[in-house]
């Protein structure tokens, strides 16, 4: 194994390997990774990025990144679901220590035991979190939210339903409001609709809201219509950057699969394995070169912003193209690993069958490479984000 994935001990070399013996069974059965879940939970993984002085590690973005992409070499769809619960709870930690206490509720709460999830996704909506379809209403209290969100993970345990929606009759124009459903609220339905081709043990359920009610205390920000501050930029940074390692560890993983394999296979028309193919081996490069490419470039975005590099309006830019450049990257390889494998791959029991739906879904999630090349552009240009094209 690489210095990519070693050296970072938060979870033990044993419990990895029981993850990954457990993979197949959560792929095939669809459920969710239950035993994964509390080994995680009484490891102290959860609260990686809690301040220590509130019970956690202390760990800053850089640092979880690289655990991510640790337990994704093993595990990615285990990765995946936790990173949702890991990015609430590494934003609040950022904000806390910038001097923003307005979400240290958040962290006290998770070194609790409370486990939050991530409602942004919803259909129609391609630049979530800035716009929402879901209703939201001011009342006594709280905030009601009217809606259907999709793609959350964490179905069956969390506790904290991070989710925003559209304040429409805002005083001042539409605002977008962000708050916490907790488990407990009346005006919601868990929709079982997870049934698809890859990271099957999220169980990224729909969550049908149906004026589901959301007290001030949990209420975190309400911003202008796709407006953002440092809490919606935080949001990318943890979210997008988590994605990013969790496929960088898949990449790796086919790799490391896929080598042993070339080098034991046999033809008729060589006297020598086929890793002495020229045709093999150009495709092995082509491999290694591409693997070689995403960790340090992560590495170095997810450094920057833990050191508190200060690109300002540049940051959202750098955040979508890392998190771009390692979904498509990984892609690539895992495909090239499947030509390499003649053919075994094809089997539902091999791994690699797996990993190739798995790396396909990193595409899915956002920013889509059509947004990613508009923010990437327009901030190169000086083009304010919101701004739409004119012709004639």
Same mark, same amino acid.
């Given at each position: 194994?690489?210095?990519m ?11 990895l ?37 509130m ?10 990144c690289?655990e991510?992409?640790r337990?994704?070499y093993?595990?990615p769809a285990?990765?995946? $679901?936790?990173?949702?619960?890991l990015? =609430?709870?590494g %934003?609040?930690?950022?904000?806390? @220590?910038?001097? #923003?206490r307005? *979400? +240290? ?8 035991g ?14 979530p979190?800035l ?6 209403k ?6 009601t939210?009217?809606?259907r ?14 989710m925003?929606g ?9 605002k ?9 609220a009346? $005006?919601y339905?868990?929709v079982?609709t =997870?049934?698809? %081709?890859?990271?099957?043990?999220? @169980?990224?359920? #729909?969550?049908? *809201? +149906?004026?589901?009610?959301?007290p ?8 202008p ?26 990449a790796?993983r ?11 296979k046999?033809s ?7 890793a ?32 508190g590099?200060?690109?300002?309006a540049?940051?959202?830019a750098?955040?979508?193209s ?11 390889i ?9 053919g ?7 791994e ?8 396909r879904?990193g ?22 984000l919101g ?6």
């Amino acid at each position: 194994m690489d210095t990519m994935i070693a050296g970072y001990q938060v979870l033990p070399d044993d419990m990895l390997k029981r993850f990954a013996e457990r993979v197949g069974t959560y792929d095939r059965e669809n459920r969710f990774f239950t035993e994964d879940f509390e080994d995680l939970k009484r490891a102290g993984y959860l609260t990686i990025p809690v301040p220590k002085e509130m019970g956690g590690r202390g760990l800053t973005l850089a640092e979880v990144c690289r655990e991510q992409r640790r337990l994704a070499y093993y595990a990615p769809a285990t990765a995946l $679901g936790i990173n949702m619960h890991l990015y =609430w709870v590494g %934003l609040a930690a950022d904000l806390y @220590r910038a001097g #923003d206490r307005s *979400l +240290e509720w958040m962290l006290r709460e998770a070194a609790a035991g409370e486990i939050f999830a991530a409602g942004h996704a919803e259909r129609g909506n391609d630049i979530p979190v800035l716009l929402s379809t879901a209703q939201a209403k001011k009342v006594d209290g709280g905030f009601t939210f009217t809606g259907r969100k999709m793609f959350g993970s964490l179905a069956p345990v969390w506790t904290r339903y991070g989710m925003h929606g559209l304040w429409a009759d805002a005083p001042g124009g539409p605002k977008v409001v962000h708050g916490f459903l907790p488990r407990n609220a009346k $005006g919601y339905r868990i929709v079982e609709t =997870w049934d698809t %081709l890859g990271m099957r043990a999220t @169980r990224s359920d #729909d969550v049908l *809201l +149906e004026g589901a009610f959301v007290p001030d205390k949990y209420m975190a920000r309400t911003l202008p219509a796709g407006g953002a501050d440092a809490f919606v930029v935080a949001i990318f940074a943890w979210a997008l950057m988590g994605f990013a390692n969790i496929y960088c560890g898949i990449a790796r993983r086919a790799c490391d699969l896929v080598l042993p394999t070339v080098k034991g296979k046999s033809s008729m028309g060589l006297t020598r394995s086929m890793a002495y193919h020229p045709g093999v081996q150009h495709g092995v490069a082509e491999m290694v070169m591409a693997l070689d490419t995403i960790a340090p470039l992560l590495d170095h975005v997810a450094n920057e912003w833990s050191t508190g590099v200060d690109h300002g309006a540049g940051w959202p830019a750098k955040i979508v193209s890392a998190k771009l450049h390692a979904v498509e990257t990984c892609w690539k390889i895992v495909d090239q690993a499947m030509d390499l494998s003649g053919g075994t791959g094809m089997f539902r029991s091999s791994e690699l069958e797996r990993l190739f739906r798995d790396a396909r879904c990193g595409r899915f999630h956002p920013t889509n490479s059509i947004l990613t090349h508009e923010i990437v552009a327009k901030t190169a240009l000086g083009i304010d984000l919101g701004e739409q094209p004119r012709w004639g």
